[in-house]
């Protein structure tokens, strides 16, 4: 099965074309806007770890590893499109542009870190697993009903490809040919459990063989290939041809969240090795240094820029009050119900004792 679904790659670990004739395809002004966008969300991982750490934002996902997958996917979208995250998916909201302040507030437990900016079709991160697929579906079939041209890109991990919702947003998709593009992330492991202890199935792509829905394996450290294949099945959906199921192959570097110790469960030298390999960065500067695209005062603006931009992100999350107790049971339902009411009363202690 392998075989019938191989890896899409434009550049090698090395920053070589598979084809030169692809470059013709490849403008200036897209290296720079996809290398900004790969700079600024490291940047802003990596000072979240920091944060976290210092006890200045809470528990947090680590995304570094993931950066091409995630921004190469989210630039093929339109403006008007609907986007779906997981809690591992800052990088593709940020590049879709949602605000940096706001995705820090959410790491925060501010309420309006769930708030995207004003037009932008983001939704919340989604914790539990796989849920967020059928509500997709369910976007984009609102949307194709309505007559418009816009669609649904939902994310998700190889765990999730295990769940119900999945295969239930992938039947509804395919019967009803909606305009959703299911962006599966595998980077081989469901928290602690590797890839050939959750299925039997040698890819994650033919799992769409059961839906009739085209399906590709991409690599997911190549920003190219991720943008080039998920513009296809973007365009697809967009025409009324319905849904498409990629499969990125990646990997994360670091931690499932800051409350994980990957040593556990990870060979380090293993992973270490595979770091120094696929790191979609480094791959896409030797990319721009052997085709020309390189500008050495260019990228360190950039660099800087980030920098200065993720700093002032923090400022301004700071700049906020601290989440409080009834944050956690105010913005889940416009009426509470009776035993969450008393919920409350009980974390408040203001209950006598009672729970439920």
Not at 143 to 157: H, M, P, S
Not at 308 to 331: G, Q
Request: hydrophobic fraction near 35%; include cysteine.
């Amino acid at each position: 099965m392998e075989e019938k679904f191989p890896i899409q790659q434009w550049v090698s670990n090395e920053g070589t074309l598979r084809d030169d004739s692809l470059k013709d395809s490849i403008t200036k002004s897209f290296m720079q806007t996809a290398y900004t966008h790969l700079q600024r969300v490291r940047a802003f991982d990596q000072k979240a770890i920091r944060l976290q750490r210092q006890g200045r934002l809470g528990t947090y996902a680590p995304f570094e590893g993931q950066e091409a997958a995630q921004v190469g996917s989210a630039l093929a979208l339109g403006e008007g499109d609907w986007l779906f995250p997981t809690y591992r998916d800052h990088a593709a909201t940020l590049t879709f542009g949602h605000s940096m302040p706001h995705v820090f507030l959410y790491w925060n437990g501010r309420v309006e870190g769930c708030v995207p900016p004003k037009g932008k079709h983001i939704m919340p991160p989604a914790v539990p697993i796989a849920t967020q697929i059928p509500h997709a579906t369910g976007a984009a079939m609102a949307e194709q009903r309505k007559g418009t041209d816009r669609l649904a890109l939902v994310y998700f991990g190889d765990g999730a490809t295990s769940e119900g919702d999945f295969h239930e947003g992938l039947n509804f998709a395919s019967v009803f040919q909606a305009p959703v593009v299911f962006f599966n992330q595998n980077n081989g492991y469901a928290i602690s459990v590797p890839i050939e202890k959750q299925m039997r199935t040698k890819t994650i792509a033919q799992k769409g063989l059961a839906y009739d829905i085209p399906s590709v394996r991409v690599d997911g450290s190549d920003v190219l290939a991720v943008y080039a294949e998920t513009k296809k099945a973007v365009e697809r959906a967009r025409s009324g041809g319905g849904p498409t199921l990629i499969e990125a192959v990646t990997w994360r570097f670091g931690a499932h969240t800051t409350a994980d110790d990957p040593t556990k469960y990870r060979n380090q030298e293993e992973s270490l090795a595979k770091r120094e390999a696929v790191d979609p960065i480094v791959r896409f500067e030797k990319f721009m240094k052997n085709y020309d695209f390189w500008d050495e005062s260019l990228a360190k603006q950039i660099v800087e820029e980030a920098e200065e931009e993720v700093n002032r992100a923090v400022e301004e999350m700071e700049s906020f009050p601290k989440a409080s107790l009834p944050d956690l049971f105010d913005h889940v339902y416009a009426n509470p119900p009776a035993a969450i009411e008393k919920q409350k009363r009980y974390a408040l202690g203001t209950s006598g004792g009672e729970i439920v």
